[in-house]
């Protein structure tokens, strides 16, 4: 049985997140690492580049927001205080079926609307051809994952307050309208209480079993021994050097 991990973090950059999604894949963990992000906008693989970005570059500069060209799937995605992203820790072989990539997402979706529906929203569904959740407002999570050597990278992002869903404002290709929790009615004490709360329903990654056996303290304490040893992980470096960019070290 694989070890579990299960990890909450606040003002956690995307990029540290990223690199310990792979030290995690690559050391046999199985779970999910979540985090608020400070201001990102992340650029996937349909988007168009900076040209997705409706403000000036001043802009991006003087409010310190960091701008990441990924390779996971999708446009441009804004993520920021008051938002939650799940990082799940997941090798898809693991998995049982034929198209795992398909059941991994559909199950993934599910398991958050679920938890969302219990947890007071009205109304939770998703899209034909988009890998999101809606309500009547608008746009209120999203899934947006790479596959690389049998992993899965990346993941899902849920706007908790109002604050999270107008940042999508700072990008031009995004015609849709976004939601939060506190818009759909739900009150959050913190994110931490709200991702426990979430992970049981994520069945695909058994989330069940992830909150009853983490040893987050434990791994918390060897991380340094982690780092040190992963020279023989090269998957996860060679992903994170190739596959993920700041455009503000390009320029």
């Known amino acids: 049985m694989k070890p579990a991990f299960f990890s909450y973090r606040s003002n956690y950059s995307y990029e540290r997140a990223l690199r310990l999604q792979g030290l995690l894949s690559a050391e046999n963990y199985s779970g999910l690492l979540a985090f608020e992000s400070p201001e990102t906008i992340t650029l996937g693989a349909d988007s168009c580049g900076v040209e997705d970005i409706a403000v000036s570059k001043n802009f991006i500069e003087d409010r310190g927001i960091q701008i990441l060209k990924t390779d996971r799937s999708g446009g441009a995605l804004y993520h920021g205080p008051g938002q939650i992203i799940g990082f799940p820790i997941l090798k898809l072989s693991d998995l049982e079926g034929i198209d795992l990539l398909r ?52 993941g899902f992002s849920i706007n908790v307050t109002r604050a999270s869903s107008s940042g999508f404002g700072l990008i031009s290709a995004e015609r849709a309208s976004w939601t939060s929790l506190e818009q759909e009615g739900v009150r959050v004490e913190n994110n931490r209480d709200l991702i426990t709360k979430i992970l049981p329903y994520l069945t695909i990654l058994g989330g069940d079993k992830i909150l009853e056996t983490s040893k987050t303290e434990r791994y918390e304490h060897s991380y340094t021994n982690l780092v040190s040893t992963v020279s023989r992980s090269q998957m996860a470096i060679d992903h994170f050097r190739s596959n993920i960019e700041s455009f503000g070290k390009r320029e």
């Open 103 to 154: 059941r991994f997402t559909d199950e993934m979706l599910m398991g958050l609307a679920h938890a969302l529906a219990v947890l007071g929203v009205r109304s939770v569904q998703t899209k034909a051809n988009e890998s999101s959740l809606w309500t009547a407002r608008g746009k209120l999570a999203t899934l947006a994952i790479t596959v690389k050597d049998g992993y899965v990278f990346h």
